[in-house]
């Protein structure tokens, strides 16, 4: 009975876990290609701003209370009732264009049979590309849908993914190290920590010698670069699932990489050192090792989870 609760709770978790860092539905790309180009030739909306909106939205609704529910076949955006029927409108997701235009509600009927329906997929796009075109620019455009700088930052960041790789098929992982070089790590995620008052490990330290190669995990936007005090020269990059990833640690940086940059899974972007816990240069407190830390922006909040069960499942991809 023991063992067969174990085996329940360990297949859970592997179905959980992955959904985490690329959601579960990350699949149809075909159909939501398709969608995005359509709509692209039809409102002159570039088709990586629409994909970089529905990605985002993507990501983020199953944080969302009003959203849980959502299923269309193809899109992921959720658009709350204020938004689309009018803040004072008394009905609740109303269809009829007159009385939400009264109520300056957005929503719009996109396959012309005289509703706009909420339960309609093709409503709520031509809905989003309409909302996005009425701006002079995408991110005025998305500054003004969410409110949010991160989320704002989030979704250029996405969008800029989609135009340079000319795809939405961006879930390659590779493991931070190099598998040419010896390396080796545990699960210390959670631990506590000896440096910098009471915090809580928020990574895995892989421990490899000086100058061993840091690598990419994902197609990502190199977000931050520079010194901390507390992970010494780091690094941060965000992948289209809203999840960022810090290397810390590092001896040096790869070339003349820069924030802003877009890397790939197992490009070089650093080297194994052992910086950190003081001002900027300080060096040696601790053996070399490359802390890796995961991120997850919600759209409301940032949190971390253990990156130890990812970094198993990427040691088996090819590098
Ligand atoms: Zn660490």
């Known amino acids: 009975m023991k063992r067969r609760f174990l085996i329940m709770s360990l297949s859970l978790v592997m179905i959980v876990l992955p959904s985490i860092i690329a959601n579960a539905d990350d699949s149809n790309h075909e159909a939501r290609m398709k969608m995005y180009k359509d709509y692209e030739l ?24 009003e959203c849980k529910d959502l299923k269309y076949d193809t899109i992921s955006i959720c658009m709350i009732n204020e938004r689309w029927s009018g803040p004072e409108n008394p009905y609740y997701y109303d269809n009829d264009s007159y009385t939400i235009n009264l ?22 796009m031509y809905t ?4 996005l075109r009425s701006f002079d620019d ?13 989320a704002v930052m989030v979704i250029k960041e996405i969008a800029s993914l989609f135009e340079h790789f000319d795809t939405i098929v961006l879930d390659k992982r590779s493991l931070p190290v190099s598998k040419r070089y010896s390396y080796s790590f545990q699960d210390n995620y959670g631990a506590a920590r000896s440096w910098g008052g ?3 490990h928020e990574g895995i330290d892989i421990f490899a010698c000086y100058s061993t190669p840091v690598l990419s995990t994902a197609y990502g936007v190199v977000e931050i670069m520079g010194w901390n005090d507390y992970g010494g020269y780091r690094i941060g990059i965000r992948d289209i699932y809203n999840t960022y990833q810090y290397y810390a640690h590092l001896q040096g940086f790869e070339g003349d990489l820069k924030e802003g940059d877009i890397v790939e899974p197992g490009q070089v972007i650093g080297y194994v050192g052992s910086t950190g816990y003081g001002k900027e240069g ?10 890796f830390g995961l991120y997850k922006y919600d759209g409301r909040c940032e949190w971390a989870f253990n990156p130890y069960p990812h970094l198993r499942r990427w040691e088996k991809e090819k590098q």
Do not use: C
Not at 53 to 58: G, N
């Open 282 to 291: 300080t060096s040696g407190k601790f053996p070399p090792h490359l802390h």
């Open 138 to 150: 995408f991110e005025g455009a998305i500054e003004a849908y969410y409110q949010k700088e991160q």
């Open 198 to 200: 009471a915090r809580s």
């Open 128 to 131: 989003m590309v309409e909302y």
């Open 103 to 124: 109520f300056g509600g957005i929503a719009k009927d996109g396959d012309g049979d005289g509703v706009a329906d909420i339960n309609n997929e093709h409503d709520v």
């Open 42 to 65: 039809a409102s002159g909306v570039p088709w990586y701003e629409i994909a970089a909106v529905d990605q985002y939205e993507r990501n983020i609704y199953k944080f969302r209370e």
